[in-house]
T-cell receptor
Framework: KAGVTQTPRYLIKTRGQQVTLSCSPI?????VSWYQQTPGQGLQFLFE???????NKGNFPGRFSGRQFSNSRSEMNVSTLELGDSALYLC?????????????FGPGTRLTVL | AQKVTQAQTEISVVEKEDVTLDCVYE???????LFWYKQPPSGELVFLIR??????QNEISGRYSWNFQKSTSSFNFTITASQVVDSAVYFC??????????????FGQGTELSVKP
């Protein structure tokens, strides 16, 4: 089975711009979670989607949003980029997103904001 | 509040040494799962193991072993006879059932392991 894929792998943007990241889950997985990884804050949960609905959200400003499509692929969007948004954004998929599920991660998108 | 603490920020060992990575967690729930992930320089988090809160049996997989102790809220990871390829950042993570927090992992700060030849 193919793993979780994320595109693009690298992005460079300037402050004020917006960005969209994409994630394709493992075939058959219906839950997609997003995480932000920075040297200072570590790995932090952004949000989780299941059946095109956001079920859980971390403590991030409204500039961070996401959506999920009927084929379980997910996108996250960051508007009005700030320098502090520079990070590795990781997407993970699991079967149905229950606490018992194992999340499998993609390679991440490294976003640099100049 | 739920929290995962990995007190060791960096560990450096010489190949063939045994090394233990510590993980201490806090949770308000009785049903929860603990995980270990490995992050090599490429960035992708690689799943290593999952344990549930009702199963305190230790587990061994090749050179890897895990010791889960509810009494001390710890889930430690030992690599026996370490190899250079074990060099990576290792994360301990918690998933809990309280308030239906599925899909959300709480990570420790990670331990960077460097194995020198």
């Amino acid at each position: 089975k193919a793993g979780v894929t994320q595109t693009p792998r690298y992005l460079i943007k300037t402050r004020g711009q917006q960005v969209t990241l994409s994630c394709s889950p493992i075939s058959g997985h219906r839950s997609v979670s997003w995480y932000q990884q920075t040297p200072g804050q570590g790995l932090q949960f952004l949000f989780e989607y299941f059946s095109e609905t956001q079920r859980n959200k971390g403590n991030f400003p409204g500039r961070f949003s996401g959506r999920q499509f009927s084929n379980s692929r997910s996108e996250m969007n960051v508007s009005t980029l700030e320098l502090g948004d520079s990070a590795l954004y990781l997407c993970a998929s699991s079967l149905v997103g229950e606490v018992t599920d194992t999340q499998y991660f993609g390679p991440g998108t490294r976003l640099t904001v100049l | 509040a739920q929290k995962v603490t990995q007190a060791q920020t960096e560990i450096s060992v010489v190949e063939k040494e045994d090394v233990t990575l510590d993980c201490v967690y806090e949770t308000r729930d009785t049903t929860y799962y603990l995980f270990w992930y490995k992050q090599p320089p490429s960035g992708e988090l690689v799943f290593l193991i999952r344990r549930n809160s009702f199963d305190e049996q230790n587990e061994i997989s090749g050179r890897y072993s895990w010791n889960f102790q509810k009494s001390t809220s710890s889930f430690n990871f030992t690599i026996t006879a370490s190899q250079v390829v074990d060099s990576a950042v290792y994360f301990c993570a918690l998933s809990e059932d309280f308030y239906n927090q599925g899909g959300k992992l709480i990570f420790g700060q990670g331990t960077e392991l460097s194995v020198k030849p």
